[in-house]
């Protein structure tokens, strides 16, 4: 599935971070980092590793509190499943987006699949250690903040990456 150009590319764009203890490991699409590959591995990551948030479901801005409370949930199901996961945010070049997430260690892509749709997201990011971290589309509605977003712009609209 596919994306309007401008939602692909504020997602592309995008900064994913993970937070371990103090310190912050920045992720890039499309972008192989062995340094930050061996830093996931030495927290606890086997083969794998997903970046999810439940934040701000469709790409559409939600109020604070709504998403908090959607984190929340995440972070229940997460440690109900006795899943391993550290936090972690995506947010916009301008800084204008953020949302707070988790990046989960070895969790079957078939199930982040299942978890991004539940909560409404339209893309997560996939990373293995020596590839690149990738883009995974769980659907793409062409509605008409869609084309709002591929005509001005994802700053200029209000919306953001979501993975």
């Known amino acids: 599935m ?3 150009p401008a939602l692909e590319h504020a997602y592309r764009s995008a900064r994913y971070t ?5 310190r ?5 699409i499309g972008r192989v980092d062995a340094e930050a590959d061996e830093v996931l591995r030495r927290a606890g990551c086997r083969s794998h590793w997903c970046l999810l948030t439940p ?8 109020p604070a509190a709504l998403n ?10 997460v440690r109900h499943r006795g899943w391993r996961a550290l936090p972690a945010s995506n ?8 949302e707070p997430g988790l990046c989960l260690f070895d969790v079957a892509p078939s199930v982040v699949q299942q978890f991004a749709r539940r909560f409404g997201q ?11 971290p990738r883009l995974v589309w769980t659907r793409v509605a062409l509605s008409p903040a869609d084309r709002d977003v591929r005509d001005r712009g994802p700053a200029q609209s209000g919306r953001g990456p979501a993975a």
């Open 2 to 4: 596919r994306a309007s």
């Open 122 to 132: 339209t893309a997560w990011v996939f990373g293995a250690p020596g590839a690149p």
């Open 24 to 28: 912050r490991l920045d992720l890039a």
């Open 68 to 77: 908090a409370q959607r984190l929340r949930r995440l972070r229940e199901l």
């Open 91 to 98: 947010s916009a070049v301008d800084g204008r987006w953020r």
């Open 18 to 22: 993970v937070s371990i203890g103090r």
């Open 55 to 62: 934040c701000n479901p469709g790409s559409r801005r939600w």
